[in-house]
């Protein structure tokens, strides 16, 4: 999908994606990469601080941070990876707002967040059983009792590792995949919202629209007058006072503008 600054077609083209999801093909959500293209694509890193909300659940993470494949997955190679999207992040003056579709599975215990990450998945199946089919690669084959859709006999207990791999692969994506929303947001100044219920939305994008704002430009003269590219951290609190929390970008790329 091409950018678009037109209403009507954005709408035209979602309703494409939307069609072709129930009536044929399903793919994992490719929002990072949406993302990246948005930061180099559409914002003047000179000229403007845009504002980006980036709507996701995360599940592009495995395919950007080189997992290695489980029994059966073909993993498409990418020319770039998670660390090129963060360091794209930290390079432009857009501030990211995350907003987090799911159960918040970040700053709990791994045990807490296994057990929420599994109850997610199995919303998911139940969703699925409704209309009563499976997915095989990329095309909605309808399940049909008493076939065997992939052509060949398998062993019960091959089958039950692989649908053991494959949940725990799952939940390390739904985990994984927040905490990197999550990293991206805070490296801009920016923060992340768990959308866990629609009647949410509203509440949560009042909140970004009031943080938009309420911000504040502060300058430094760095120590290092070296305009050699290197990415220098920050930091930035309020004295006297270590409660308060500031937002902030943590770092910034030292090259000329």
Known sequence: MDFSETGAKLTRALDSLKKWTMEGYRTRGMQFSALLATLREMTDVGEKRPIII????GDEVAKLSNWP?????QLRKYEYNMNDIYAEAERSRARVYTVVAGERLVG?????????????????????????????????VPNKAGKNT????????????????????????????????????????????FLEGPEQADEI??????????????GYYPTNKRMDGTLRRVRVGVRNHPEYVVRYRQGYYATPR
Not at 54 to 57: I, P
Not at 69 to 73: F, L, N, T, Y
Not at 205 to 218: E, G, W
């Open 54 to 57: 980036f709507q996701t659940d």
């Open 69 to 73: 494949p489980i029994a059966g997955e």
């Open 205 to 218: 994008y009042r909140r970004i629209l009031a943080d938009t704002d309420n911000r504040y430009v502060i």
């Open 108 to 140: 709990i215990s791994p045990e807490e967040a296994a057990e929420r990450a599994e109850r997610m998945l199995k919303k998911e199946y139940v969703a699925r059983a409704k209309i009563k089919d499976m997915w095989y690669g990329f095309k909605r």
């Open 150 to 193: 992939t052509g060949f006999a398998v062993p019960e207990v091959i089958l039950k590792q692989f649908r053991m791999k494959r949940a725990e692969r799952a939940i390390e994506t739904l985990v994984e995949g927040q905490a990197a929303a999550v990293r991206t947001a805070e490296l801009t100044g920016g923060w992340a919202s």
